[in-house]
């Protein structure tokens, strides 16, 4: 019998939401995504996943507008901080319906619940939940999401920083990061020229090619994606992490069943 595999697999905000409409699902591709995960772990069965998805234009636009991600102490802080819960919430409760309706067994994790963080760091998260989880065939479902920080007062913490605490104490194979990019480009004006291939010895050379926000994310885009993930695999050598495209169709099936495209990170 195959040796199970545990694969993070992220839904980027720009891929399941119009950042370009505040508040806005893009429920058909949410639906084309969640049919293709279902396929892939239909045809591997040693196939074990942990799904996570950003904000999009539902909780970057509130946090930008609170500016949540900053930290604060008074009422106005703490105000913001339940209205940027709330766009995060509802836009979970939409990822986790399209993916139920697709047969996937899933259960929402949301760090807001559970994380403490410090300076923007997670602090303590009971993850025995997640692993039960894993080990009763359920997919947990995480987010980037609102949390009450020690130095903060509050803060919000990206899937990727989720991602990057997880990893540390579950040692998934594989971590996905499926957006609307085609990976991370050489240039911005330029998007058919993708760097193939990002490690610790070629990082300074890549930097300066990251591209520009040209949509609100307070939790940093590319930039912060790509460094975190460095981190990752530095701590990680075995793991292995690809940013690629989930706009077309069947390429995330492809992903999951190792057959990635886009910009592959590893050490």
């Given at each position: 019998?195959?040796?199970?595999?545990?694969?993070?697999?992220?839904?980027?905000?720009?891929?399941?939401?119009?950042?370009?409409?505040?508040?806005?699902?893009?429920?058909?591709?949410?639906?084309?995504?969640?049919?293709?995960?279902?396929?892939?772990?239909?045809?591997?069965?040693?196939?074990?996943?942990?799904?996570?998805?950003?904000?999009?234009?539902?909780?970057?636009?509130?946090?930008?507008?609170?500016?949540?991600?900053?930290?604060?102490?008074?009422?106005?802080?703490?105000?913001?901080?339940?209205?940027?819960?709330?766009?995060?919430?509802?836009?979970?409760?939409?990822?986790?319906?399209?993916?139920?309706?697709?047969?996937?067994?899933?259960?929402?994790?949301?760090?807001?619940?559970?994380?403490?963080?410090?300076?923007?760091?997670?602090?303590?998260?009971?993850?025995?939940?997640?692993?039960?989880?894993?080990?009763?065939?359920?997919?947990?479902?995480?987010?980037?999401?609102?949390?009450?920080?020690?130095?903060?007062?509050?803060?919000?913490?990206?899937?990727?920083?989720?991602?990057?605490?997880?990893?540390?104490?579950?040692?998934?194979?594989?971590?996905?990061?499926?957006?609307?990019?085609?990976?991370?480009?050489l240039h911005s004006d330029h998007p058919e020229a993708i760097i193939p291939h990002i490690t610790p010895s070629n990082i300074e050379k890549v930097l300066p090619?990251?591209?520009?926000?040209?949509?609100?994310?307070?939790?940093?885009?590319?930039?912060?994606?790509?460094?975190?993930?460095?981190?990752?695999?530095k701590q990680n050598p075995a793991l292995q992490v690809q940013i690629f495209s989930g706009e077309k169709n069947g390429e995330i099936c492809k992903a999951l069943?190792?057959?990635?495209?886009?910009?592959?990170?590893?050490?």
């Amino acid at each position: 019998m195959k040796q199970k595999e545990l694969v993070f697999l992220k839904l980027g905000g720009s891929l399941i939401t119009d950042k370009g409409t505040p508040f806005t699902a893009r429920t058909k591709t949410l639906h084309r995504i969640s049919t293709e995960i279902a396929q892939a772990l239909r045809e591997d069965s040693s196939l074990q996943l942990l799904i996570g998805h950003g904000s999009g234009s539902f909780g970057h636009v509130s946090a930008d507008q609170h500016k949540t991600h900053t930290g604060g102490m008074d009422d106005d802080y703490w105000q913001g901080f339940s209205k940027v819960w709330l766009a995060a919430r509802e836009l979970n409760q939409i990822v986790i319906e399209s993916l139920s309706s697709s047969g996937l067994q899933v259960i929402a994790f949301p760090p807001s619940a559970g994380v403490i963080s410090n300076n923007r760091q997670v602090d303590r998260w009971d993850i025995h939940p997640i692993q039960m989880a894993l080990s009763r065939k359920l997919i947990p479902i995480v987010q980037g999401d609102v949390v009450f920080d020690r130095q903060m007062g509050g803060t919000i913490l990206s899937t990727e920083q989720i991602f990057f605490f997880l990893s540390s104490q579950m040692s998934p194979s594989r971590i996905l990061l499926a957006g609307i990019e085609e990976g991370v480009y050489l240039h911005s004006d330029h998007p058919e020229a993708i760097i193939p291939h990002i490690t610790p010895s070629n990082i300074e050379k890549v930097l300066p090619f990251l591209s520009d926000l040209k949509t609100i994310d307070v939790t940093g885009g590319m930039y912060s994606k790509v460094e975190v993930m460095l981190s990752l695999v530095k701590q990680n050598p075995a793991l292995q992490v690809q940013i690629f495209s989930g706009e077309k169709n069947g390429e995330i099936c492809k992903a999951l069943k190792s057959e990635p495209s886009g910009t592959r990170i590893s050490a």
